[in-house]
């Protein structure tokens, strides 16, 4: 259990840790900066990592949203603040259609106007690759904290998660792919005969899902599983853990 603990204080670290770096990288993860690159024919540092982003989908779910987002990270820090579970599936759509209506969409759009993409800028949208330095970044910047910070102190636990993240819904359709050719990825398994019903993974889980329920039918597939660990570290009974085999 003691090493299990470890594993999350890990966890914790690098999603903070990615947070207080933010202000370096967040034009990595920022949809205008991406578009704006897009509409001159430049593929941005952003933009090729939400294709890894994808492509780390394809075989790790979404792994990213809990050991690496800076998002994520800010949002767990506001568990001080706010620790109310988010009501399942209530408004998850909604992150769909901002997915459609500022990536998917704008993106293809600014791609054909530009006559598709005719170079490589990693360093596009900022200055020597820090982003905050570049003029005016500082407005897309706030913005993006104006976001977490709203939906994780008014919806609950990782409310931007739920409802908001176009990111998000990225890895959603790269897991929904792996699902259904069902190649070998990282999941969560359980053997619901060792549940005691304690309740502590779904009172852990970090994005509110009935994990109780889960392992009772022996069913740990949810697309707003973020695959942190968390319930397979806080399980008494060890009956929740990491499997990589389909
Ligand atoms: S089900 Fe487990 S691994 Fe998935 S988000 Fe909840 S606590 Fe994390
Ligand atoms: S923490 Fe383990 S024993 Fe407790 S309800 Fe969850 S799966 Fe069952």
């Not at 900066?33 to 952003?46: N, R």
Request: aromatic share 12%; charged share 15%.
């Amino acid at each position: 259990m003691k090493n299990f603990i470890y594993r999350q204080k890990l966890r914790k670290a690098l999603i903070i840790f990615s947070f207080v770096l933010l202000p370096a990288t967040f034009a990595y993860i920022s949809c205008p900066i991406i578009i704006g690159g897009a509409s001159e024919g430049i593929a941005s540092g952003g933009l090729i990592v939400f294709v890894l982003i994808f492509i780390s989908s394809l075989f790790l779910g979404r792994l990213w949203c809990g050991w690496l987002c800076p998002g994520g990270g800010l949002q767990e820090i506001y568990f001080q603040i706010n620790n109310k579970q988010v009501k399942a599936g209530r408004l998850n759509w909604f992150k769909y259609l901002v997915f459609m209506a500022i990536i998917l969409v704008p993106l293809i759009s600014a791609i054909h106007s530009a006559g598709g993409i005719k170079s490589i800028d990693l360093f596009y949208g900022t200055e020597d690759g820090i982003s905050i330095a570049k003029a005016g970044a500082y407005t897309i910047f706030f913005v993006q904290i104006a976001f977490f910070t709203i939906f994780a102190l008014l919806a609950g636990k990782r409310g931007f998660c739920h409802y908001f993240c176009p990111i998000a819904v990225i890895m959603i359709l790269g897991r929904k792919m792996r699902n259904m050719l069902a190649w070998p990825a990282l999941h969560l398994s359980a053997e619901k005969d060792r549940c005691s019903d304690c309740m502590r993974c779904s009172k852990n889980c970090p994005m509110s899902l009935d994990v109780n329920i889960m392992v009772r039918q022996e069913s740990m597939e949810d697309s707003e599983c973020i695959l942190c660990g968390c319930c397979v570290d806080v399980c008494p009974k060890r009956a929740i853990r990491y499997a990589l085999v389909g």
